[in-house]
């Protein structure tokens, strides 16, 4: 079932339904960053490496209106900052999904990103009722290890060779909420400070097994 894509805000930071008419800006800043951006970014094993902004928001739109997906694009302070995307949206016994996001390297460390993924996960925990969310990130992204510090997404594990990014596959830890945990929501319990410090430590064991590459 599709949800409506809303439009949220929290101080400087909005997250709003991406539009084709985005094409062009969220070109200009994945053209400016592509240092900061590439070693992080999805691809495909068996396609090409070329990048279509327009074809690529079409296809998230297309999800959207299956149910599967809400595209979001991030603005700090009225700017495009960059994308988040809540994916593999279940309903059911299920109730679920992933984020993922990109911020243009000009607005890290202004709490762009901690701030659209809260609202974001507020919103799929609140707004359409999923159960649980979830955030996968490579080893070596430490700019998105402390999102998830931040915002006190618990560790659940370490997942070998999981996404294609950047030409081979990536191993990647978990890290996860479920609605039960926070019922004052993601957002309020970070700015009120009441993060617990080691949810998202990673155990020594799975920084060691990823720091090795998986033998055949």
């Not at 988040?84 to 607005?107: C, D, K, M, Q």
Request: charged share 25%; glycine share 8%; with cysteine.
């Amino acid at each position: 079932m599709a949800s409506t894509i809303p439009t949220l805000s929290e101080g400087k930071v909005t997250i709003r339904p991406i539009r084709l008419r985005d094409a062009r800006a969220l070109e200009r800043e994945l053209a400016e960053n592509r240092g900061w951006l590439r070693k992080w970014e999805a691809t495909n094993p068996h396609g090409p490496l070329s990048f279509d902004v327009r074809a690529s928001i079409r296809s998230l739109q297309q999800n959207a209106r299956a149910g599967l997906g809400l595209p979001f694009v991030i603005e700090y302070d009225g700017q495009v900052a960059g994308q988040l995307n809540v994916s593999s949206i279940a309903y059911g016994s299920l109730s679920s999904a992933t984020i993922g996001y990109w911020v243009s390297e000009r607005f890290a460390g202004k709490g762009a990103t901690p701030t659209a993924v809260a609202l974001a996960t507020d919103h799929c925990f609140f707004g359409i009722g999923l159960h649980r969310m979830e955030i996968c990130i490579r080893p070596e992204n430490d700019p998105s290890l402390r999102v998830v510090e931040k915002l006190g997404f618990r560790y659940e594990g370490l997942r070998r060779r999981y996404i294609h990014i950047n030409g081979d596959w990536r191993d990647h830890f978990c890290f996860a909420l479920t609605v039960e945990e926070l019922p004052q929501g993601v957002l309020r319990r970070w700015l009120d400070g009441k993060v617990p410090r080691d949810a998202a430590q990673v155990s020594e064991s799975d920084r060691a097994k990823a720091a090795r590459p998986l033998l055949p």
